[in-house]
Structure formats: structure tokens, C-alpha cells
């Protein structure tokens, strides 16, 4: 066996690391290594303290979120169990991710790198022709959306009991609508399966896709989805307004009715966010306005209550999440009036809304025809049921677009047992 | 801690650099033992202290075996045991109750769910090979506990190895030499080793991950070869890598380390590939397995059996699940076969036929290894070979990833290969000029390895079943 380890060591040494070694132990000092050893000390040392002075954030503009602060040692014994449950490090780590200094610049050579390699998506964000950002679905599970649409049916019976009627309506994601901009071979986009899946799971209810609506004018180029963002515009949400209202029999405003202007060209989408990629231009944003849009008076109702007229809330168009101008966002429960004394001759029929962030820019058309209570299952906690009672609704409308079907738990399924 | 994040290259790493080397060589061995608890104990608060009990337990015992020379079997045998005793308790001893549970009237047997301190596969055996090596009289007894603790604790190679044995590093720990040249070689061996765990690994293992999540119906035969397949790239490249930046600290630190792959997916039969593959791992199954068994001395039927032992025992290392075991055995069966035969029919055949038939084996190997829901394995298996592949022969999402990945999967091949390395020093040797970009380069990589970590949303660690 001594004769076989000997050959072991041979073949070792045969390795070039050891061949370099020995060469090193020879060697003389080369200027070239000082060289990458000075670079490499920079680029850490630099870093490091480049980290320590520069002051943190609280919140990333660019990536719409509250960034990790330096994680609190405070309260020995607190920290001892943050500590041991690994709680602490694991904040160290959240820490430097986002604070590390030039994250941004970081961000955007990885996403260059991923793209100069000839792949065409970065963190699930494929691109498209024509700087079109979508985030592709990590995977399809009917199981899930059968779920998600078995609470929709349940809602949708609570609604009948009550006497109000109960519509679904389904918006596809921008993976979904991009497709005529993906060039082929395209990734798994599940759209086929996902579509099937709702229809299958809301078959007893009236429920309205709007696939069909949406996807032959985007592939003619009309702007009807972000570019670089997961929603749709406004022209997209009046289209979708337009097949909704058109199920209640009820003619649809046309584009005429409306003043069309453009509030920001400077709208930096969540996709975006997601891609890293800063060299894809902005979205613009547009506000379809009419006389008297600002007589409605919108209130929001999450921690605290907050009233004001119209829809917008224009203080979001000089933040990152423009979107967000409408109805404020993400609030557990919004309502929207039409002030007594302006025109109406009698109380206007009643809607609620359950949905997510794709109803709000509908909102301002659909305001123009009921009084909307809105409502985000995610966040509001009391009993919807109560609520229909409560107010009078007439209609009860979900509006979602298919990634909360087939994304678990977005219709908060534990709550379902306190309605019924 | 692990290398691959931020908190180690820009906290640890510079804080543990400046202190290494300000102060004077004597208690630079101290140093490392402090520094790299702060490392283990980062992440395993309450472990590091187990770790601790293993130091001073095996430091004991070269102790006690040096002044009792005669009871040396005894004392060996002793530390072998409660070495062991600590390994399988803490590793295995869920696996057996879930699997005695399974007998009727032992259901009341509750698991303990602990979790399994990280590394602790990599630093027994390192503790045991001291133990070992002093009582054969290979390596001397380490009078210092803190140069002990040093061996054992090593941040470089302390949680993914590769597993010194003590009689490599024994001079070291006594005197090592610190020089420009060798800092310069251990960091381009860091910056390969980062590259490769940050850019090749994690990306290879995102589309692992993105092939096995398909559901079986949207699978197809050529998307479930190109998934294992880039969990083959994955595993090597993350535990290279890890072995590389552990050989190039090392190196910085003033220790040369052997290496511990040698191009496995080069190799022309299963055993070139274990010789190749995870050399610490094997080389110290032999030394302290396989030999004292008696290897292949005692005949044709002894040496398989031994073999046989070495495998299982290969196998559960890697983890406390039956996969690693059937693992383990699949290349104990594949090892007896090339010693058997196959290994002269091999020899005899075109090259490329011994790297196809091995490259099959080993990738077949890995599907074993991933998949400890050992059914979910088989029907990936089955989907490989067109049985239950929903989706046909391939589709367009196959095509995507193909095409999306193909520069990036001839980057894996050809970093597969001795030819980058063979090149660069060729290079390196001849033009002067070559080594200033060669520096350059490195600095790059570094400098992307370190975008990759600002933007990662995958940077898994392997090893926590090790």
C-alpha cells in the first residue's frame, strides 16, 4: 500500500496548484501579483468601509421596499435568543445585502452580465421586444387556483343569499399579454393552463375573462400593459371596465367622454425594479379625467381612516411607485361616493369590489356608475357578508388578475370560516 | 458563515486579515483558533461549544497516548467511539428512530429534531485522522491546544472541507511560510473558487431547481436530462468552489491544503471519477477504513466486502436519508464491476466510450443523490428515459433554456476541463504581459462575484446534511 499512496502523491503533485507552489517557492516577487493583491485589498477594505460610513437608507426608492436597518443588540436577553435562533445573523446578512454600497450599480452589472451571456431574463423577468418587462410564473398548480377559486364561489353564494349578484373578472399578467413579443423559443408561461383553471374553478359563477379583450390590441401595440411594470395602464382598465359594465347592460362611457393626459413619463415599474436592467426606458402614465371626477370623495380605511376628493392621490407621482396613485394603494378597505347634492336624483346602486391592485385603476370608471366599497382580502379582517348587508350592495364584483389565482393564499382562504 | 456572502468578504474577512497578520507569528495559531469559532459560532451559536468538547476530547487523548505508550489501542479505540458517538448522535439518531418507528410497537419512539450542527461530518474526521495519525506514529502530538484547535477549527476548511488529515498540516501548524507570491496564488484561487460557487454553481443550480419544479405533466425527456445535468454542474462546481476558496485562504493564511478535485467529469471509468471526486473524502475512508480492514489483502471475497463497507459508510456519510445509503451502494456495485471486469473491457475501449458510459453513471449517481423522496426519483428517471414525460420528447420552454443558457453551458464544460487552468499558466509563465491582465481578470471576477452576491436571490449551502 505504500507503493500506492506514493503513486496518490505523485499524482498530486502532478496538479498544477502544487507545480505553481513550487514555482512560488522559488519564485521571485512578481510586480503583476503585488498588483492584484492591491486590487483585491481595495475592492474589500474600500467596500467594507465604504459601508460602515455611508448612512442607511430606510427605504429603497428604486426597489419600492423598507430596507434592513442594523440590526439591534439591545436587550441582552433578547439578543442572546435572536442569536441562538439564528434570527441576528440572518438580519447581518438582509443588512448588507441592502445597504451595500453602489447596490444599485451592482444590481444593474449583474443583470448586464446575465443579458451579455445571451439570456434574455434576469431574477424571473424575461424581456421582450421593445424593453417589454414580464416576470415569468415559477410554476402552475391547479390545486392552488382551484382553491383560490373556491373562495371566489363561496363569496359569490354569500352574495346571492344576500341578494346581490356576483361577477368574477380576470385580467392576464403581463407574461401572459407579451407573448406576441416574446420571440420563439419562449419559456414556460403556463397561460393555456392557468386560463382553464379559473374558468374550470368559476363555472358556476359569471365570470368574465379578459384575455380575449386585451390581447389582440397589444399585439397591434396598443398600450394597454406597462412596459415595465405588472399592471395593466388605464386604457388596459378601460377596456376591462368596458366588458364589465357591458354585462350589466349598461353602455360603457367611450374614450370621447374622458380628458386623456399624461401625468408622468417617469414611471419605473416593479418588473423593472425586479430586472435590474437600467438601461430599459420608463413608462409613461396617463389619468383618463372628467368634469366632476373631483366631487367623489374617496375614503381609505386601514389603521386609520383618511378622506379625500377625487381618486388620486397625486403626492405618489413623485415616488417610485407611481402606480400607487390611484386610490393610494394597497388598503384593506376603500369607499367611494359621489357627494350628495351633484346631479343624482336618486341613491346610485351600490358595488362591492373584491379585489387586487389591477381593480384600481378601474375604480375611476366604474365610480362613474355605482358607489363603490372596496375591499383587499389580504388586509381586511371583518366579515364581508356584514359589509353587503351593512350597505345595501347590489353587485359584488371580484376583480383579479390571474397571478393571484395562482399564487397561494392571495384571497386569504383562513378567513373564509368566519364568513360562513 | 459562508464564504460566498457578503457579511464574510467585507466584515470577517478584512477584520480577520488585519489581525492575522499583525501579530507576531507566535499567536497567529491562537488567532485562528478565536477567529474561527467567531466564524463556526455566527452560525451555530449553541454547536460551537459541541466543537469545543470535540477540540479538548481529541487534544486529551494525543496527550494521554504520547505518555501511555503501551495502552494505545485502548485510548484510540475510546476516542474513535465517543468521536463517532457524537457524530451519530446528532446526525443519525432521528434517521433511526423514523425508520424504527416503522415497527410495530416501537411508534411511540418520538425524533428529537435536532438540527444538525453544521460541518460536523468534516471536522470528526479531521479530529479523528489526529488521533489516528499520532497513535501510528505518523504525526507528532500537538503539545499546544490552541495549534490543535487551530487544525480543527480552520475556518478555510472547517464547514465544507476538504478534510486535512493532521499529518499534511502538522509542519505547518508549527512554522509556515507567509509570502507576496503565495498570498497572490491563495487569492486567484479564492476569486476561482468564489466564481465558480457565485457565477456557475448558483446559476446551474436556479435551473435545476426551474426543471425539477415542472410539474411531471409539462416534463419532457430532453428538459429532464438538461435539469439533472445542471445539477451535476451544480454540485461540482458548488463543492470545487468551496474547496477552492478553503485551498486559496489557506494559502493566504500560510497553509497549503491538497486539492480535492481533479476534474472529476473528465474521468474515463466510475473509479478515475472517485479518484477525482472529493479526493479528501476518499482518501481518508481508505486510510482509516478501508486498510485497517485489510484493503485487498485477504483475497477476492474480503476485498469486496470491504469495499462494500467503505461505500455504505461513503454513502450515509453524505447525509442520514436512504438515498445517500442506495447512493453509496450503486457505486459499490459499479467500483466492484470495473474491478471485476469492466475495468479491462474499459481500458481496451475508444476514449470517448469511457467518458460517455462514466458521465452517464455519475450523472444517473446524482439523480440518486438529489432526490432523498427516493419516488420522486424514480419517476424523474422514468421521465428522463420518455417513461411519464407529460410533454413529449422536448417542447419550447426546453428550447429556451437551451438557447437562454447555451454560452453559459459551454462556460460549465470548458471549466469542466484542465484546459482554462492549463492555458492561464502557460500563459502566465510566458508573457509577462499576460499576468497583468490575468490580475486584472481576476479583480473583474471578483468584482462580478460580488454583483451576483449584492443581487442573489439563490445562494443555497449544500452541505447542512454532510
Known sequence: MVKGQIKEQDRLLDQSSLLSIQKNLSGKTRRSDIALIALFLTIVFGLSVAFFIIPDKDFSEEENRVLQGTPSISSPGKFADRLI?????????????????????????KAAVVLGLGGRENNSIIVGDGGRLAELPASFSEETVKKNTDVLISFAKVAESLGADFTAVAAPRSADV?????????PLIYTEETRQAISGGLSVAKYIDLFDTLVPGIAEGEYLYYRTDHHWTTLGAYYGYCELVKSFGITPYSLDDFT??????????????????????????????????????????????????????????????????????????????LGYGHG????REKMLIIKDSFAHAMVPFLARHFDLEIIDLRYYKSSVSDLIKECGISHVVAIYNYDSFVTENSFNILRLSTEE | MVFSSLEFLFLYLPVVLIIYFAVPLKIRNLVLLAVSLLFYGWGEPLYVFLM???????????????????????????????????????????????????????????????????????????????????????????????????????????????????????????????????????????IAGLSKKVLLANTAGAMWDYFSAIPQDERTVFGAWLGIIFYSFQLYFDFSGYSDMAIGLGKMLGFTFLENFNYPYISRSI????????????????????????????????????LLVVWLCTGFWHGASWNYILWGLYYFVLLSLEKAFMGKVLSRVPRAIGHIYSLFFIIIGWLLFVSEDIGAGFIYLGNMFGNGAGAGLYGGEFLYQLLRNLPFII????????????????????????????????????????????DSTYNPFLYFRF
Open chain 1, 85 to 109: 435562533s439564528g434570527k441576528y445573523t440572518s438580519e447581518i446578512a438582509k443588512y448588507y445585502a441592502d445597504q451595500f454600497p453602489l447596490r444599485d450599480s451592482f444590481v444593474g452589472l
Open chain 1, 178 to 186: 407579451f407573448t406576441p413579443f416574446i420571440s420563439s423559443p419562449s
Open chain 1, 260 to 337: 386623456i393626459s399624461t401625468v408622468s413619463s417617469e414611471f419605473y415599474g416593479t418588473a423593472w425594479s425586479k430586472a435590474g436592467m437600467k438601461w430599459i426606458s420608463p413608462d409613461e402614465m396617463q389619468f383618463f379625467r372628467y368634469d366632476g371626477d373631483d366631487l367623489f370623495t374617496t375614503v381609505l380605511e386601514n389603521k386609520e381612516e383618511t378622506a379625500f376628493d377625487g381618486f388620486y392621490n397625486e403626492s405618489y407621482l413623485d415616488k417610485k411607485d407611481k402606480y400607487a396613485a390611484f386610490l393610494s394603494g394597497n388598503n384593506g378597505r376603500v369607499t367611494v361616493t
Open chain 1, 344 to 347: 343624482e336624483s336618486q341613491p
Open chain 2, 52 to 190: 469545543a468538547g470535540t477540540i479538548v476530547i481529541d487534544y486529551a487523548a494525543g496527550y494521554i497516548l504520547e505518555k501511555n505508550r503501551q495502552k494505545g489501542k485502548l485510548v484510540v479505540a475510546v476516542t474513535v467511539i465517543i468521536n463517532l458517538l457524537i457524530l451519530g448522535f446528532f446526525k443519525y439518531y432521528d434517521f433511526f428512530i423514523e425508520n424504527l418507528r416503522l415497527i410495530p410497537g416501537l411508534s411511540s419512539l418520538e425524533p428529537l429534531g435536532l438540527t444538525l450542527p453544521i460541518g460536523i461530518s468534516f471536522y470528526t474526521f479531521q479530529a479523528l485522522s489526529y488521533v489516528i495519525d499520532v497513535y501510528r506514529g505518523d504525526a507528532r502530538v500537538q503539545k499546544s491546544l490552541a495549534s490543535f484547535g487551530a487544525y480543527v477549527t480552520l475556518f478555510p476548511q472547517l464547514i465544507a472541507g476538504p478534510i486535512v488529515r493532521y499529518k499534511d498540516v502538522d509542519d505547518q501548524l508549527r512554522e509556515r511560510e507567509h509570502n507576496v507570491t503565495l498570498f497572490a496564488s491563495g487569492l486567484r484561487t479564492l
Open chain 2, 271 to 306: 473509479t478515475d471519477f472517485w479518484r477525482r471526486w472529493h479526493i479528501s473524502l476518499s482518501s481518508w475512508f481508505r486510510e482509516y477504513l478501508y486498510i485497517p480492514l485489510g484493503g485487498n489483502r485477504n483475497g477476492a471475497l474480503a476485498t469486496y466486502r470491504n
Open chain 2, 411 to 454: 462556460i460549465l464544460v470548458l471549466a469542466s476541463t484542465p484546459m482554462p487552468k492549463k492555458i492561464f499558466w502557460i500563459l502566465y509563465e510566458k508573457s509577462s504581459s499576460f499576468r497583468w491582465i490575468g490580475s486584472a481578470v481576476a479583480a473583474a471576477l471578483a468584482v462580478v462575484c460580488i454583483a451576483f452576491l449584492v
